[in-house]
C-alpha cells in the first residue's frame, strides 16, 4: 500500500506539474528552455527540498545551514560561505516539517529542538523561536554512504600505514578505543574505518543519537535513540540502548558518541569483556580521559572517584586524537595508551 501510495503522489505531482506548465505556456508563450528551467523548479518544490536541494545535491558542500530567512550558510573544503537566497520565514518552517515527516519526530513548542536523519542519510537539526531569539535555526549535515577505507585514509594522509596497522592489530586484539576530537575533526570517518577493518566473524552493535555511522561487515545491528512522545512517554536514551546492546550477542560494542551518563554503562560493559569503540568531542586525548572521569557521574548514585579510575585503568587502553586544519585537511595527531602503574595518565604510542 506504502508503494502505492507513492507511485500515486507521484502522478498526482506530475499532473499538477503538466497543468501549471500548460496554462503558463498558454498565457506566456514559454520557450523550450523555459519550460525546462520552470520544470525544474516546480519538480523541486514539489518533490525534493526546494531552495536547499541544490546545496544538498552538490556533494562537495559538507554541511549547510540558515540562521534568517534570506540567506544561507554552507561549508566547503573546510571554509565558510555565504549566498544570498530568496525564501522567507514560513517556506523554511514548512520546508524542515515537510524534511522531518519521516522521521516520526516533532517541532513545536513543547519539543523546539529537533535531531533527525533525513532519507538520504543527512543529519538534520532545527530550533524554533523562542529558544532562538527570533527566527529558526536549521543545520543539515551530510553523511556520504561510501565507506572510507583505512588504506584510503592513509593514502589521504589522515594517518600513517604504521599507525594503521597498529590500530587494527591492537583492535583484533580485543582494545579498547576512544577516538576524540572536534566537530568535523574526522572522528567517525576513522571509526567507521577501523570497524570496516575488522574481521568479518564480528558481531557489531552501535548506539547512536541518529544513525551516522557505516560498517562493511555482515553481522552488523545499529540502534538509535527516541525522543519522548509528548506525553512524555516512550522515550529511549543512550543508556537503554547500550544496555540493551549487551543482551544483542556482541563480539564488539560501538558508541557514536559518548556525551552523558551512557558512559558508565559502557566502561562497565567494557570492564566486562566487551571490546567496545567510541567517539567524544574533546580537544585532547587527555581532555577525553578528563571526560571519562566526569560524565559517569551524570549517572548519580555513589560513585567515587577511586572506583572510576579503577574502572577506566582496567577498561580502557587506546586514545586516539583527530584534528582539522585551517584548510580543512584531517589527520591523527595523536596515539595514545593508558600509562602501566597507579596513575591514571596516557602515554604516547611510538610508531
Given at each position: 500500500m506504502a508503494v502505492q501510495g507513492d507511485l500515486l503522489a507521484k502522478e498526482a505531482r506530475d499532473v499538477a506539474i503538466d497543468l501549471v506548465l500548460d496554462s503558463k505556456a498558454e498565457r506566456e508563450g514559454l520557450s523550450p528552455i523555459d519550460e525546462q528551467l520552470l520544470r525544474k523548479d516546480l519538480h523541486t518544490r514539489l518533490t525534493g527540498f526546494g531552495?536547499?536541494?541544490?546545496?544538498?545535491?552538490?556533494?562537495?558542500?559538507?554541511?549547510?545551514?540558515?540562521?534568517?530567512?534570506?540567506?544561507?550558510?554552507?561549508?566547503?573544503?573546510?571554509?565558510?560561505?555565504?549566498?544570498?537566497?530568496?525564501?522567507?520565514?514560513?517556506e523554511l518552517l514548512t520546508l524542515v516539517e515537510r524534511m522531518i515527516r519521516v522521521s516520526g519526530r516533532r517541532l513545536d513548542r513543547s519539543s523546539p529542538f529537533i535531531d533527525a536523519q533525513l532519507e538520504?542519510?543527512?543529519?538534520?537539526?532545527?530550533?524554533?523561536?523562542?529558544?532562538?531569539?527570533?527566527?529558526?535555526?536549521?543545520?543539515?549535515?551530510?553523511?556520504?554512504?561510501?565507506?572510507?577505507?583505512?588504506?584510503?585514509?592513509?593514502?589521504m594522509g589522515v594517518l600513517s600505514k604504521p599507525a594503521a596497522d597498529f590500530l587494527v592489530t591492537e583492535l583484533?586484539?580485543?582494545?579498547?578505543?576512544?577516538?576524540?576530537?572536534?566537530?568535523?575533526?574526522?572522528?567517525?570517518?576513522?571509526?567507521?574505518?577501523?570497524?570496516?577493518?575488522?574481521?568479518?566473524?564480528?558481531?557489531?552493535?552501535?548506539?547512536?543519537?541518529?544513525?551516522?555511522?557505516?560498517?562493511?561487515?555482515?553481522?552488523?545491528?545499529?540502534?538509535?535513540?527516541?525522543?519522548?512522545?509528548?506525553?512524555?512517554?516512550?522515550?529511549?536514551?543512550?543508556?537503554?540502548?547500550?544496555?540493551?546492546?549487551?543482551?544483542?550477542?556482541?563480539?564488539?560494542?560501538?558508541?557514536?558518541e559518548v556525551r552523558g551518563a551512557e558512559a558508565l554503562d559502557m566502561l562497565i560493559a567494557m570492564n566486562s569483556g566487551i571490546p567496545a569503540?567510541?567517539?567524544?568531542?574533546?580537544?585532547?586525548?587527555?581532555?577525553?580521559?578528563?571526560?571519562?572521569?566526569?560524565?559517569?557521574?551524570?549517572?548519580g548514585g555513589n560513585i567515587s572517584n577511586e572506583f572510576l579510575a579503577e574502572l577506566i585503568r582496567s577498561s580502557m587502553k587506546l586514545f586516539v586524537h583527530c584534528s582539522r586544519a585551517a584548510n580543512g585537511l584531517r589527520s591523527v595527531t595523536s596515539i595514545k595508551r593508558m600509562a602501566d602503574g597507579k596513575q591514571l595518565q596516557l602515554e604516547e604510542v611510538s610508531l
Open positions: 531552495f536547499l536541494q541544490d546545496y544538498l545535491d552538490d556533494e562537495t558542500i559538507e554541511e549547510v545551514w540558515v540562521n534568517q530567512p534570506g540567506e544561507l550558510w554552507f561549508a566547503k573544503s573546510g571554509q565558510h560561505f555565504r549566498e544570498t537566497v530568496n525564501f522567507s520565514a514560513d538520504s542519510g543527512f543529519r538534520l537539526h532545527a530550533v524554533i523561536p523562542d529558544v532562538t531569539r527570533r527566527h529558526l535555526s536549521l543545520n543539515i549535515r551530510k553523511f556520504s554512504n561510501r565507506v572510507l577505507t583505512l588504506d584510503s585514509l592513509v593514502t583484533k586484539a580485543g582494545a579498547n578505543l576512544m577516538i576524540s576530537g572536534a566537530t568535523q575533526a574526522g572522528k567517525t570517518t576513522l571509526l567507521t574505518a577501523l570497524l570496516s577493518s575488522l574481521d568479518v566473524t564480528e558481531r557489531v552493535v552501535s548506539v547512536e543519537d541518529t544513525f551516522e555511522l557505516r560498517c562493511l561487515l555482515p553481522d552488523w545491528v545499529a540502534l538509535q535513540t527516541r525522543p519522548e512522545s509528548i506525553e512524555g512517554k516512550y522515550g529511549i536514551d543512550l543508556r537503554r540502548l547500550v544496555r540493551e546492546a549487551l543482551r544483542m550477542r556482541p563480539t564488539r560494542m560501538v558508541v557514536g569503540m567510541c567517539t567524544v568531542h574533546a580537544n585532547s586525548s587527555d581532555e577525553a580521559l578528563n571526560k571519562l572521569l566526569t560524565l559517569p557521574l551524570l549517572a
